[in-house]
């Protein structure tokens, strides 16, 4: 199934086997009331309290003559301990341990037997008890009223050493929040008790609301209030220094009743009727370390065909309703929504009806989330318990006693991308397998797999041009988490701020400041460098060039480029590219890295140069890393070497499909600019003479699918006899190339039709800005010269031109071309026209 659930803690493997060696060992000895003491039919009363912020997971059981047992699980030491029994008959509503478990507070209730365990009888009390266990020693009742009461120690992010004081929170059902401070001394060594047991400061935190929220993870608050009847959330961030301060308060449009009460993450939810989840509503706040806060809201069920929930992309500054069909009238829900953070995706299910991962990193366009509905067999095989989504991706299933951590299961997502049919799918699902799989070499290979086999599967995006964007993009993410507003994360992209803190606060206030005063120019394109790089290679064609000094600048850009990625691909490629210097493509390389470099130094805030300046040449690396592995993927399945590209013989159906695939990887890269890897458009080239009739080739490269490198042609000359075939070949290519390339190819091609397009070329540089004299019109004739008087007098004009300095100058590098040359190339040219 696609969400996989990873066990931390599972109540009857990590913690049974430890209470049965308890009870065996306490039988042994023959002890009474000491230690744990359990019957076989008692361990049904095993369950979870809470899970505190350091991992460690606080359980609770009731032995046979009804006593609590409290005990604790040490994520890290993996070991059991027993922190306290009340040899009395109650039930725990909530309980917590301070983080040097030197202090136990818990709340519960005495129940008649005509009681219900979810009704507090007239004149019973909830006893909030606040207990010495280092060792155990005093009792101190905190309160004792007819309301449930809840408990949670903070935890301070600094654990080095004791605290002085201990902070505990009270949560009453009659809608108030208090903190307690508790201070606390050591005697006789290491024996920890209260300093002023009589005298216990507290402070009112909340007051009022009608849904709080406690994120164990970060020692966060949110609840709501009603204010006129709005629903308005709040946030309230609990400090190491014994402060406390509301970030944040923000209208949500959704509908509570200020009669109703509900905790979410305040240890177990066991007042709850299990069986009734879905006539309530659900509500539950998810952050992550790159400052994204979003409410995930389920009113109550009002329809067994459809169910409503929303989103609100708080760090994005909107929200999105959803409605999914439940199908058929009969099919009642049992069973409530539930949404599970994933850090950069929220799932949302409802098992056996529909399965929602929504990406909440770029919630902007709706195609890079994955809805899969009660048609797909994923649906079915989701958990089927109630599960409770703690900070991060750790969720507990109260029932079964078992804390896990959620994951996409790649290996589904990857089937599932190769199995589906539908565009938005495939983008759902590409999206969710790199942010979760984000550098993994296996997986990228998987993609690329699919990608040489499905190339033309997509027909509303760019397949090979998603892939290179988002896998680039997730490949650098992780260096900073503003990265998704400055570099594209795909090739579709068509409130009061917070206090000024550090960490998360900072995050989102950056998030915030984003939404309200970003503009489109903020995300990187290449428009710059797409300007510069026409702009030198029009040089290049003209002869001229800008500063050297400049020019030698952008190449060794480049040169990092290279080196970088060889630095990262130790293995030999198949592919014959990076072979030559491809000054084009090193040129755009170069001027990307350049551009990239300074758009990040100017909007990258707090992060030194020398780091931006790796990200840079990482992510370009990246880039052209993937398309070296497409091309390599794509020659291996197909069996292809470099010897394919000799002419001797017809090309293959498996070059035919390679060749296909490098236009598809052209056609994707030329509409973002972004460069090739060197020798790319050499290799492409040389694949289309040997693919295609010589019709379409011309075509292809009229259209600038294919670009003529030197490389290339060179290889045509030599490699290619003068058949009439090649010779119309030849001729064809060498008309379509640029002057200074023509003419160093000409060279290289021994026939008349090069010879004649050299003294063409040679007399037009001659006879530039040529002014007519007057002449004698006595004509010298030199021994075996040809009786052609006009052809005699114009050789006799080059041949002055030749032996002025300012044609000496202009003619220099171009030696064995000289007036006799053009002479013969002539006389041969009218010879063959002549048909003599």
């Known amino acids: ?106 709340s519960l209730v005495h129940f008649t037997k005509e009681g219900r365990k979810n009704e507090l009888q007239p004149g019973s009390k909830c006893l909030t008890l606040l207990v010495e266990i280092h060792p155990v020693n005093n009792v101190k009742v905190l309160k004792a009223v007819d309301s449930y009461i809840w408990v949670q120690f903070l935890y301070p992010h600094v654990e080095s050493h004791p605290l002085a004081e201990n902070h505990l929170l009270l949560i009453s059902e009659e809608k108030y929040i208090e903190k307690i401070h508790i201070q606390v001394i050591q005697e006789d060594g290491n024996r920890v008790v209260l300093k002023d047991s009589g005298h216990l400061p507290r402070e009112r935190v909340a007051e009022d609301f009608v849904w709080a929220q406690w994120d164990m993870s970060e020692q966060r608050l949110y609840y709501i ?68 806060l979003c409410v995930c809201y389920s009113p109550k069920f009002d329809s067994w065909e459809k169910i409503t929930y929303s989103v609100f992309y708080f760090h994005k500054g909107h929200s999105k309703t959803f409605t999914a069909a439940l199908g058929s009238v009969d099919s009642r829900v049992t069973k409530g929504l539930t949404f599970l953070n994933l850090d950069y995706y929220v799932a949302v299910y409802l098992p056996g009806h529909f399965f929602h991962l929504l990406n909440i990193q770029h919630p902007d366009l709706i195609c890079h989330s994955l809805f899969l509905t009660g048609n797909n067999e994923v649906v079915d095989m989701l958990p089927h318990s109630p599960l409770q989504s703690l900070s991060g991706s750790l969720v507990l299933d109260w029932c079964s006693g078992k804390l896990s951590r ?26 969710c397998v790199l942010s979760w799989g984000r550098d993994h070499p296996f997986l990228e290979a998987k993609i690329i797999q699919w990608i040489s086999e499905n190339i033309s599967a997509c027909h509303s995006f760019d397949l090979i041009q998603e892939f290179i964007i988002a896998s680039s993009y997730w490949s650098i993410y992780p260096e900073t988490s503003d990265m998704d507003k400055l570099l594209p994360y795909s090739s579709v992209l068509a409130w009061n701020t917070v206090h000024s803190f550090k960490g998360y606060w900072e995050k989102l206030n950056s998030n915030l400041e984003y939404i309200k005063y970003s503009k489109p120019h903020l995300l990187y394109n290449n428009s710059m460098v797409q300007r510069e790089w026409h702009s030198l290679i029009s040089e290049e064609k003209t002869g001229r060039r800008r500063s050297m000094v400049y020019v030698r600048n952008i190449l060794d850009n480049a040169m990092k480029v290279i080196s970088n990625l060889e630095a990262r691909n130790l293995e030999p490629r198949l592919t014959p590219l990076f072979q030559e210097e491809d000054n084009p493509q090193r040129l755009l390389m170069g001027l990307m890295v350049s551009e990239l470099k300074d758009h990040l130094l100017r909007h990258l805030q707090g992060v030194e140069k020398k780091k931006i300046e790796q990200m840079v040449l990482d992510y370009i690396s990246k880039l052209l ?111 379509r190339l640029p002057p200074l390339i023509g003419q160093k190819i000409c060279r290289l091609w021994d026939h008349p039709m090069s010879s004649n397009i050299i003294s063409r070329n040679h007399v037009k540089r001659l006879l530039l800005n040529y002014k007519k004299e007057p002449r004698s019109s006595m004509i010298d004739k030199s021994p075996g010269s040809v009786e052609f008087l006009p052809l005699n007098y114009f050789i006799e004009i080059l041949t002055d031109r030749e032996s002025s300095s300012q044609a000496l100058y202009a003619l220099e590098g171009h030696d064995n071309v000289d007036a006799k040359f053009v002479e013969e190339a002539a006389l041969k040219h009218t010879t063959m026209l002549l048909g003599l």
Request: net charge neutral.
């Open 406 to 431: 959620a994951v996409l299961n790649q290996s589904y997502l990857l089937q599932f991308l190769w199995n589906t049919r539908l565009d938005y799918e495939k983008m759902g699902a590409l999206h």
């Open 225 to 292: 209030d009603l204010k006129k009847s709005r629903s308005v959330l709040k946030c309230i961030q609990f400090s190491a220094d014994e402060k406390f301060n509301l970030m944040f308060e923000a209208p949500l449009d959704i509908t509570l009743s200020d009669s109703g009460f509900k905790l979410v993450n305040f240890g177990c939810d066991d007042l709850q009727d299990q069986e009734n989840l879905s006539k309530h509503l659900t509500l539950c706040v998810f952050t992550n370390h790159t400052g994204t």
């Open 625 to 735: 890393d993937l398309i070296c592995q497409i091309l390599e993927t794509s020659w291996r399945k197909h069996h292809l070497h470099p010897s394919v590209l000799h002419f001797s013989r017809r090309a293959s159906a498996a070059e035919f499909t390679v060749f296909h695939i490098m236009t598809r990887i052209l056609k994707a890269t030329s509409s973002l600019f972004l460069p090739l890897p060197p020798g790319f458009h050499t290799l492409h080239t040389l694949l289309g003479v040997h693919c295609l009739p010589l019709h379409n080739l011309l075509h292809y490269i009229d259209d600038g699918v294919l670009l003529l490198t030197e490389t290339a042609v060179t290889r045509l000359m030599k490699d290619l006899d003068n058949s009439e075939k090649n010779e119309k070949l030849k001729f064809s290519i060498i008309v």
């Open 1 to 106: 199934m696609a969400l996989r659930l990873v066990s931390d803690f599972d109540l009857r493997k990590d913690v049974l086997p430890w209470l049965r060696s308890q009870r065996a060992a306490s039988a042994a000895a023959g002890a009474r009331g000491g230690g744990p003491g359990v019957l076989e039919n008692n361990y049904e009363s095993l369950r979870i309290l809470n899970v505190e912020r350091n991992g460690n997971i606080i359980y609770t059981y009731k032995d046979d003559k009804g006593n609590v047992f409290f005990g604790l699980y040490d994520c890290r030491t993996r070991q059991n301990e027993h922190l306290y029994t009340f040899e009395k008959d109650l039930h725990v509503v909530s309980c917590s341990v301070n983080s040097e478990r030197t202090l136990l507070a818990a």
